[in-house]
Nanobody, 117 residues
Framework: QVQLAESGGALVQPGRSLRLSCAAL????????MRWYRQAPGKERELVAS???????DYADSVSGRFTISRDNAKNTVYLQMNSLNSEDTAVYYC???????????WGRGTQVTVSS
């Protein structure tokens, strides 16, 4: 059974940092591009960052320079280091795994990040 388990969400003050983790079970991790999405209240889900198995990385403009995505293929885990957080980063953050050629895609249940003073 496939499972993507996010962790690390919390309530933090503006300017602080958080690191999210997503542990993948039941998939061949190296075959999957891993992504972080987020969805704020009343807004559509948006792509935050992605990383291929070979380490190619892309970021949304809104987080570039503040967030860092990384993956540990030995631990089947993807991370999102978030620095200089502000209120616009408040959202539920979701982990996504996609194997393009096999059309396989999985989602985690999300972890809440709230940035507030």
């Amino acid at each position: 059974q496939v499972q993507l388990a996010e962790s690390g969400g919390a309530l933090v003050q503006p300017g602080r940092s958080l690191r999210l983790s997503c542990a993948a079970l039941g998939i061949i991790f190296n075959n999957y591009r891993m992504r972080w999405y987020r969805q704020a209240p009343g807004k559509e889900r948006e792509l935050v960052a992605s990383i291929t198995s070979s380490g190619k990385i892309d970021y949304a403009d809104s987080v570039s320079g503040r967030f860092t995505i990384s993956r540990d293929n030995a631990k089947n885990t993807v991370y999102l280091q978030m620095n200089s957080l502000n209120s616009e980063d408040t959202a539920v953050y979701y982990c996504n795994a996609r194997w393009e050629s096999e059309r396989r895609e999985y989602w985690g249940r999300g972890t809440q990040v709230t940035v507030s003073s």
